[in-house]
């Protein structure tokens, strides 16, 4: 049909103005909802932002628990102090905005109420750490490991109670950002549809449709103002394709809106990036998977979080982004984790350090002084005295290692407890005194070398003193062959013969390549070994300073450059380590020093380089030996607390019931009956008797170092009165020769000899009495035939001898182990941990046991101790 047909006809045109009018109604009315419901979407999607803050400030509160120096400084007042006060205010504020945020959800309502009382755990747990407040005591070190353990648990709690309520208000957050995107596309289409089909009455309603839009615009306004006052970056972006049609090509994603954190975060104008594409302006996405992960997103409608690292402005950066599918593009939120990020570097600095720490923690104990006695270098600790006006004096020694004896001829424990000053009287000539207390003072390491006189000889010590409490942990080492090889090179160098004065079979032996570098011309010489340390053949490529760089590992080239900088500025020689990939891509670490040389009016640079790699992972190994020992200590004292307490306690009760049972009950028994019975009650003293002796042999404390004189006689006649009544029964005699006096601990060495007695009494021969006797002679450490490490020149040699049933020379070591016995417990009583205690008191005290007999002759206990 024509329409000028159709317009010339009025009933037509009648019809056709009530259909445009009925439109218009109807267009504007289904308008006018969607702005009400895109007004609506706006306010929850603020409310779902409002509630994201909350919950990052409640993750940023409880996170603060999980550093060791917010606890320890939270709790100097014994967690009653201001700043726990305010801590704990802080935390209950938020739960307060959250719970004022979320008072329309029951379910947040519910996780809430949960969260709260994790928190609470949270916060009297922190307070029970300072429970326990007295120095050096195995209880409360094992407690506040407990409570630490305990708050790792409560944060674990803490982080899926947050991650649950985050999911929930993700899920909340996409479902009324995809309404309000709906709502946002739907309202123009309705607007252009008017357009179309109601010129006529496009100026009656055009009022209308202007306020409209002007409220549209102030919503939209207003959720652009929410999304710039957040602290996430939230971009959105639309794929961009190939041009083969092909819908799963994605080459790029366009920027569609961007919020104002680009410009505080990466210093990006929102304005200039609306456009523009996402590698131009992001082009690390491409390098670090991440733009990979945005397609999958796309594609697949998944979500995908994934952590990046950016450098702006010389300063790296940590964000946590969160791609979600939204309409026709992806959104992109982006948390800065930063702060997060450092403060785990930060603990983990921390925690390095203290591991460090502890590998120099010299307490003495007998696995560490066994790893000390097999370092080649000299340790020591001194701890610092202070006069009157807080300034240090003096040092006294609390530690040596038994490599000081080849060097000055003196016995660590002769030196302990004595004044530096009095050993080393050169401490305060040759400048070593304010090094020590530099190191402390300024709470940095400081290097030293210092040269000893000894018979007309000088020997040079390279020494490091490192910080530890008021105290200073000195390590020593001899570079006296270093000093001379370094020497010799110098002279060699100044002659014309370096090249030919180092020998290549001696480089690859001590695994040392040499290089010269003429600084002027910028010409360098390596040798063959230098080579072969780095994967290649004699002369394979030509060397240069910029050569070497490609072989440096990245992660130090920074530091290389910092030190060849130094050494060129100062022209002094810098020891350092740093590490290269070789030709085969493996990691070697190289110990470098050198000397400067002025030859023919130019600069010249002659050093050595050495191959440290199996020194370096020898120290890992230590390292990680130190943390496993530190752990089986860990779980030998919460042993130790079961054992003495939850084994013990039902134990009690069972003999408890067994006596009243007995008391009121034993005369009704059957003979049957009271044989079980008296089983019973056999078999839970032994159990007693076990747990005891159990307890007992892990409570031997093998790291004092309080040791003092203790009179062996003494400790018999002790021994001897506590047995009286064993002794007289079996009519057992017992002689001694009188015994030495030794350093060790008076109740250990009475459980020794008591263990040993007792032992001798119970294996008694049927046909004879029992006859005793102990013997005790000093003899040199060099005429004992048996293998162990002696650390003392003279030893006591204290025999133990009786006339019993004795045993087969096969099981000597056997018995020494715990729960070993060569007899059936109905023959002989016991635990089989009592020979276990002997030999672990003994060397504790740095001694040696051993047993020799002979089937129906008797036993012979000989043991070894340090005179």
């Given amino acids: 049909m024509d329409f000028k047909h159709v317009y010339t006809s009025s009933k037509t045109y009648i019809i056709l103005l009530i259909v445009a009018l009925g439109l218009l109604v109807f267009t504007a009315s289904i308008t006018y909802l969607q702005i009400l419901n895109m007004q609506k979407s706006s306010e929850l999607v603020k409310h779902t932002l409002q509630v994201y803050n909350a919950i990052g400030d409640l993750t940023t509160h409880y996170s603060q628990a999980e550093s060791e120096e917010f606890r320890e400084e939270l709790l100097k007042t014994g967690g009653a102090g201001m700043a726990f006060k305010n801590y704990r205010e802080e935390g209950q504020t938020i739960l307060d905005s959250l719970n004022t945020l979320t008072s329309d959800n029951k379910e947040q309502l519910a996780r809430l109420e949960s969260f709260e009382v994790l928190l609470d755990k949270l916060y009297a747990q922190l307070q029970q750490l300072d429970a326990v407040n007295f120095k050096n005591s195995e209880e409360a070190l094992s407690y506040s490991q407990s409570q630490k353990m305990k708050i790792n648990g409560t944060l674990y709690h803490l982080r899926n109670a947050k991650n649950e309520l985050l999911a929930y208000e993700q ?12 709502h946002k596309s739907l309202a123009p289409l309705t607007l252009l549809v008017l357009t179309f089909f109601s010129l006529l009455v496009f100026v009656l309603s055009f009022i209308r449709i202007y306020k409209n839009k002007r409220r549209f ?27 083969n049609n092909n819908n799963n090509d994605i080459i790029d994603f366009k920027i569609l809106y961007a919020n104002d954190c680009n410009r505080d975060y990466f210093g990006l104008e929102p304005d200039e990036m609306i456009g523009d594409s996402v590698l131009n302006v992001f082009p690390f996405l491409s390098e670090n998977g991440e733009f990979n992960k945005m397609k999958q997103s796309y594609l697949e409608q998944t979500k995908e979080i994934s952590d990046r690292q950016i450098v702006v402005q010389d300063s790296n950066m940590w964000f946590e982004s969160i791609v979600t599918p ?4 992806i959104l992109e939120t982006a948390r800065n984790t930063t702060a ?14 203290l591991e460090s720490q502890n590998l120099r923690l010299l307490d003495n104990r007998a696995f560490l002084g066994n790893i000390f006695k097999s370092i080649s270098h000299v340790v020591m600790h001194f701890k610092s005295i202070r006069n009157t006006k807080g300034e240090i004096v003096d040092f006294k020694i609390l530690f040596v290692n038994e490599r000081i004896n080849p060097i000055t001829g003196d016995l660590p424990e002769e030196l302990k407890n004595r004044k530096v000053s009095k050993v080393f009287p050169d401490i305060f000539k ?25 018979n007309g000889k000088t020997t040079w010590f390279r020494a490091t003193a490192i910080k530890l409490g008021d105290g200073v942990t000195v390590t020593t080492r001899d570079i006296t062959e270093e000093k001379e090889k370094a020497n010799q090179l110098i002279k060699l160098n100044e002659q014309l013969v370096i090249r030919n004065s180092i020998l290549t079979d001696a480089e690859k032996i001590a695994k040392i390549g040499s290089f010269l570098w003429y600084l002027e011309s910028d010409i ?3 040798s063959d070994n230098f080579f072969q340390m780095l994967g290649y053949k004699a002369n394979e490529f030509k060397p240069s300073p910029e050569t070497y760089k490609k072989f440096i590992h990245p992660d130090d080239l920074e530091l290389v450059a910092e030190k060849t900088k130094q050494s060129l500025t100062t022209l002094k020689p810098n020891e350092y380590t740093y590490r290269v990939v070789t030709k085969s891509g493996h990691v070697k670490y190289f110990k470098t020093n050198g000397q400067f040389i002025n030859k023919d009016d130019e600069t010249v640079m002659i050093g050595v380089v050495q191959d440290v790699t199996q020194s370096i992972e020898a120290e890992e190994k230590l390292r990680k030996s130190n943390l496993e020992l530190l752990q089986s200590n860990a779980e030998l004292e919460s042993f130790n607390r079961v054992a003495s307490h939850d084994l013990q306690e039902p134990l009690r009760k069972i003999q408890l019931f067994i006596s009243r049972i007995e008391d009121k009950e034993s005369d009704r028994f059957s003979n049957k009956s009271l044989e079980y019975f008296t089983k019973v009650k056999n078999a839970g003293k032994r159990m007693q008797s076990l747990i005891q002796n159990l307890l007992a042999y892990s409570r031997i404390d093998s790291t004092k170092t309080d040791f003092e004189t203790v009179d062996l006689n003494l400790v018999l006649e002790k021994v001897l009165d506590d047995l009286a009544t064993n002794i007289n ?31 001798a009494i119970k294996y008694r021969s049927s046909i004879e009495t029992p006859v005793i006797h102990i013997t005790s002679e000093k003899i040199l450490s060099t005429d004992i035939p048996e293998p162990f490490l002696k650390t003392s020149k003279q030893y006591h040699k204290i025999s133990v001898m009786d006339n019993g049933i004795g045993f ?42 051993f047993a020799t007999a002979k089937l129906g002759t008797g036993a012979q206990f000989i043991m070894y101790l340090p005179a």
């Fill in 171 to 182: 899920r909340l957050m996409q479902e009324r950002e995809v309404n309000y995107n709906s």
């Fill in 217 to 243: 615009r102030k919503s939209e306004a207003f959720l652009k103002n929410v999304l710039s006052t957040t602290d996430n970056v939230v971009n959105y972006y639309e794929p961009i394709f190939n041009n």
């Fill in 326 to 329: 939204l309409a026709d593009g």
């Fill in 340 to 353: 997060e990020e450092e403060a785990k570097e930060i603990q983990l600095a921390f925690k390095k350090r």
């Fill in 430 to 454: 040759n400048g070593v005194f304010e090094h020590l207390v530099n190191a402390i003072e300024l709470n940095r390491p400081e290097e030293y070398e210092v040269p000893h006189e000894k």
């Fill in 524 to 526: 360098t010489e390596i």
């Fill in 729 to 759: 029964e079996t009519q057992t005699s017992v002689h001694a020769d009188a015994l030495p006096e030794i350093k060790g601990v008076f109740f250990q060495m009475e459980q020794l000899f008591a263990n040993l007695i007792s032992n």
């Fill in 808 to 849: 087969d020379v096969k099981y000597a070591d056997k018995i020494f182990e715990v729960f070993q016995r060569l007899h059936q417990k109905n023959e002989y009583s016991g635990t089989g941990i009592g020979l276990a205690i002997c030999k672990k008191i003994v060397e504790n005290h740095n001694g040696y046991i």
